[in-house]
């Protein structure tokens, strides 16, 4: 009676043993498949620098919209979740450095876009390359922007490359011999073009009748223009934001200067046309993103922008969009929210599809990309052929 006890006993608890570990295989299961979709989903805090307020307010609010299209996007789709900390740098280097600094000492964040103007990542980039956090300018064009630091990156093309394609393209087409060139001084990004202009005119042996400068928030160009007028130059290669710059073509134009004009980066917004009006016609520029390209990728953004914001996108938008898709792919391919796997995963970004095109980064961590050189023509940017 005990042995047979006994061997039910033992079979009765081998049942159980297995029943249970049947149990548990089937709720381990489960419960895997269900942390797969939660935990599966890789997480991250981005902060954004940008320019929200303030004379050059436009460029921010381009930048911020064309980030808040992808974050929403990228979200729906689900492989990765991103929030977005939005600081306002009003264009000012000390009020970007501050806000910089905010975001970088939040562990939680792990990526910095921003801030909007050369002159801000000027004093931000070394101290988030020092922090060791990736720092990414969306329309941060000046030379030397991507060598401040292993973790200072851009996916905007830089004056470098944007204005020897425009400046090639007019001179082509118009029989350019001379030229004049009026710049902000105060400004490292106008600088910077100005550089760039300088420098590319000298290298195509155009004659340079004149440089002449100006500041932020000037509203008076008489004496510049009128210098420039009398020694009549084919051609006006300016360096401006896009507040001065409408200002310096509406006022050259009543003065009778009906030459082309060459801009930098500063004059790729549609707020060019919106302050000049008819004076802005004949403007010149290169840039990564044409709104009007056949390609479907492209008239996807343009319409979904239009539906949300009632606006065309412009360059800015397009860049900010783009980037916000490049983190999304660098996040993924490090396969953690850390600043140091995310920071080797964005510098090994190659040929990743987004909507001004083919992008990848240098060994500098800065952009690989062909221009389109546009003209503005009957109310609207247009190709430059």
């Given at each position: 009676m005990r042995a047979i006890t006994k061997t039910t006993y033992l079979l009765f608890s081998v049942f159980l043993l297995f029943l249970l570990a049947a149990c548990s295989g089937e709720d381990t299961d489960a419960t895997s498949g269900e942390s797969g979709s939660d935990t599966g989903t890789l997480s991250a805090k981005i902060g954004v620098i940008s320019y929200l307020s303030g004379p050059g307010a436009a460029y921010g609010e381009a930048i911020t919209n064309g980030l808040n299209l992808a974050l929403d996007e990228i979200n729906e789709k689900g492989d990765v979740k991103i929030e977005l900390v939005v600081e306002d740098s009003a264009g000012k280097q000390d009020q970007a450095l501050t806000v910089g600094q905010k975001l970088m000492s939040s562990d939680d964040i792990v990526a910095i876009i921003g801030p909007t103007l050369s002159t801000e990542m000027n004093v931000?980039?070394?101290?988030?390359?020092?922090?060791?956090?990736?720092?990414?300018?969306?329309?941060?064009?000046?030379?030397?922007?991507?060598?401040?630091?292993?973790?200072?990156?851009?996916?905007?093309?830089?004056?470098?490359?944007?204005?020897?394609?425009?400046?090639?393209?007019?001179?082509?087409?118009?029989?350019?011999?001379?030229?004049?060139?009026?710049?902000?001084?105060?400004?490292?990004?106008?600088?910077?073009?100005?550089?760039?202009?300088?420098?590319?005119?000298?290298?195509?042996?155009?004659?340079?009748?004149?440089?002449?400068?100006?500041?932020?928030?000037?509203?008076?160009?008489?004496a510049q223009l009128t210098k420039i007028k009398d020694l009549n130059p084919d051609l006006i290669l300016a360096s401006a934001l896009y507040n001065e710059g409408a200002v310096i073509m509406d006022q050259a134009r009543k003065?009778?200067?009906?030459?082309?004009?060459?801009?930098?980066?500063?004059?790729?917004?549609p707020e060019v046309i919106n302050i000049a009006g008819k004076a802005s016609e004949g403007l010149i520029v290169a840039t990564p993103w044409f709104?009007?390209?056949?390609?479907?990728?492209?008239?996807?953004?343009?319409?979904?922008?239009?539906?949300?914001?009632?606006?065309?996108?412009?360059?800015?938008?397009?860049?900010?969009?783009?980037?916000?898709?490049?983190?999304?792919?660098?996040?993924?391919?490090?396969?953690?929210?850390?600043?140091?796997?995310?920071?080797?995963?964005?510098?090994?970004?190659?040929?990743?599809?987004?909507?001004?095109?083919?992008?990848?980064?240098?060994?500098?961590?800065?952009v690989l990309m062909e221009p389109t050189v546009l003209i503005i023509k009957d109310g609207k940017f247009q190709l430059f052929e």
């Amino acid at each position: 009676m005990r042995a047979i006890t006994k061997t039910t006993y033992l079979l009765f608890s081998v049942f159980l043993l297995f029943l249970l570990a049947a149990c548990s295989g089937e709720d381990t299961d489960a419960t895997s498949g269900e942390s797969g979709s939660d935990t599966g989903t890789l997480s991250a805090k981005i902060g954004v620098i940008s320019y929200l307020s303030g004379p050059g307010a436009a460029y921010g609010e381009a930048i911020t919209n064309g980030l808040n299209l992808a974050l929403d996007e990228i979200n729906e789709k689900g492989d990765v979740k991103i929030e977005l900390v939005v600081e306002d740098s009003a264009g000012k280097q000390d009020q970007a450095l501050t806000v910089g600094q905010k975001l970088m000492s939040s562990d939680d964040i792990v990526a910095i876009i921003g801030p909007t103007l050369s002159t801000e990542m000027n004093v931000v980039g070394p101290e988030a390359d020092i922090n060791g956090i990736p720092i990414i300018g969306t329309s941060t064009t000046a030379a030397g922007i991507p060598q401040i630091g292993d973790y200072v990156f851009r996916n905007s093309i830089p004056e470098s490359l944007a204005i020897p394609a425009a400046l090639e393209k007019a001179v082509d087409k118009y029989g350019v011999k001379k030229v004049a060139i009026l710049y902000g001084n105060d400004d490292l990004f106008t600088q910077s073009g100005f550089d760039t202009m300088k420098k590319v005119a000298e290298e195509m042996k155009l004659e340079i009748v004149t440089i002449e400068t100006f500041q932020k928030g000037q509203s008076d160009y008489n004496a510049q223009l009128t210098k420039i007028k009398d020694l009549n130059p084919d051609l006006i290669l300016a360096s401006a934001l896009y507040n001065e710059g409408a200002v310096i073509m509406d006022q050259a134009r009543k003065m009778g200067i009906d030459v082309p004009f060459v801009g930098g980066n500063g004059f790729n917004s549609p707020e060019v046309i919106n302050i000049a009006g008819k004076a802005s016609e004949g403007l010149i520029v290169a840039t990564p993103w044409f709104g009007d390209k056949p390609d479907q990728k492209v008239q996807d953004f343009v319409k979904k922008y239009e539906e949300k914001y009632s606006k065309k996108p412009d360059q800015f938008a397009a860049q900010a969009y783009d980037v916000l898709y490049i983190l999304e792919e660098a996040l993924k391919n490090a396969g953690e929210s850390d600043r140091d796997a995310l920071r080797d995963a964005l510098a090994e970004i190659k040929d990743l599809d987004g909507i001004l095109g083919r992008f990848s980064f240098d060994k500098d961590g800065d952009v690989l990309m062909e221009p389109t050189v546009l003209i503005i023509k009957d109310g609207k940017f247009q190709l430059f052929e």
